[in-house]
């Protein structure tokens, strides 16, 4: 199949455990196998992407050319990971939608578990917040390119091994591509990492991460603003995010900010 796809094996092996194969490739196997005579049903390989109705292709033409006139100043990627702090995400989301950012979403599949158990949402439901959302098998994404210019990227929250694969250019998810291209293009990768304790194999990774370029932003809880609320710490902690991607927000705790 791999061979007949012109692709690696192992791709062909990813796409039937992901349960998601690239149209094009589908479209190919059923020509090459009509021109032999035999017959072919896309069930026998795996599940087959849904064909879109004229009135969706439409809606989904218009937006591509929408985001193509918009300023790339202005683009925005936004990976959210299984690990827990999917809040995070859904908070970036709905700032940048608040600030007219154009965001192109990447979530993980262990991410659509995660957020269902700690804010019972559904993907749709979050997916909708961003312009435009990528399958994680979508590695041939225009955000996989670096021809695609955009602000940068976060990662909110980023899981061990998500950042693991980004310091040793595994590179195996649409998230994770758009990673490692940030970083070749040396735009701002910004990872909001959700774990603790840190082994020396975490450390080590981190600070292969910080030598390319990716910035390394923890959520730490900032007590010093006295918050009345999670949400509270989570604006501060999305807002001096936003900061380092130099986007004017009012969202974090200024401290001593305006005073004589």
């Known amino acids: ?29 059923r020509e090459t196998v009509a021109a032999t005579g035999k017959a072919w049903n896309d069930a026998w390989f795996t599940t087959v992407p849904p064909p879109a109705s004229d009135e969706t292709r439409s809606r989904s033409d218009a937006r591509d050319v929408q985001i193509a006139r918009q300023d790339w100043r202005k683009r925005l990627i936004v990976g959210i990971t299984g690990a827990s702090g999917t809040i995070y995400g859904l908070r970036l989301l709905q700032a940048c939608r608040d600030l007219g950012l154009e965001t192109h979403l990447c979530l993980s599949r262990a991410a659509e578990l995660t957020m269902a158990y700690e804010l019972e949402l559904k993907p749709a439901e979050l997916k909708a917040l961003a312009h435009k959302s ?36 595994t590179t195996s998810t649409a998230l994770t591509r758009a990673a490692d291209v940030v970083l ?13 304790p840190l082994h020396a194999g975490h450390l080590e990774n981190l ?39 130099d986007v004017d927000n009012d969202l974090p705790h200024r401290w001593r900010e305006g005073e004589g």
């Open 207 to 245: 600070l292969r991460l910080a030598r390319m370029g990716a910035i390394i932003a923890p959520p730490v809880p900032a007590f010093y603003i006295k918050p009345k609320s999670v949400e509270a710490l989570v604006d501060h902690a999305i807002g001096r995010v936003l900061d380092l991607l």
């Open 134 to 169: 990528y399958p994680p098998a979508d590695i041939g994404a225009a955000i996989a390119s670096g021809s695609f210019r955009t602000r940068g990227m976060v990662i909110a929250p980023c899981s061990i091994r998500t950042m693991a694969e980004i310091a040793t250019g």
């Open 1 to 29: 199949m791999g061979r007949l796809l012109g692709v690696h094996q192992s791709t062909v092996h990813r796409w039937e455990q992901e349960g998601y194969v690239p149209r094009r490739h589908y479209t190919k196997v």
């Open 184 to 196: 070749k293009e040396q735009r701002k990768l910004i990872l909001m990492l959700r774990e603790t």
